[in-house]
């Protein structure tokens, strides 16, 4: 099975509603494929009834993944700040959950910054 790597952050940053240009690299080659790719505009999440929220100065870098293996997509958001990662949950009903801090250990984890 061949996986595809899209490079979209810069796109998604800009928060672009027009056609940008992708970049597709396959994980078994060189090969690089361009593509058209539409995003909507964007929209603010909830989770728990709060608007989900980083701390100053933000640059967060959101992804779906199903933190606790429970079949629905769980948010998380890493953030600038601190190298912290904020959890919502996904429920049943499709809403998120407040967010809480992942923890290693009893503590708050944190990602070192690369500065």
Known sequence: MRSQM???AAALSLGAVRAQEVVV???DGPK???MNVRFGAPQ????GGKY?????PGWAAPCWHD???DGRKDLAVGQFA???????????DGALAAGTWLEAEGDVAEVPGVW
Do not use: H, P, S, Y
């Open 32 to 34: 690089m494929e361009k």
């Open 44 to 47: 603010r999440l909830k989770a």
């Open 67 to 69: 933190v606790n293996r």
């Open 6 to 8: 899209v490079l979209l």
């Open 52 to 56: 989900v929220r980083t701390e100053e």
């Open 25 to 27: 690299a396959e994980d």
């Open 82 to 92: 601190g190298g912290k990662i904020l959890i919502c949950l996904g429920e049943k």
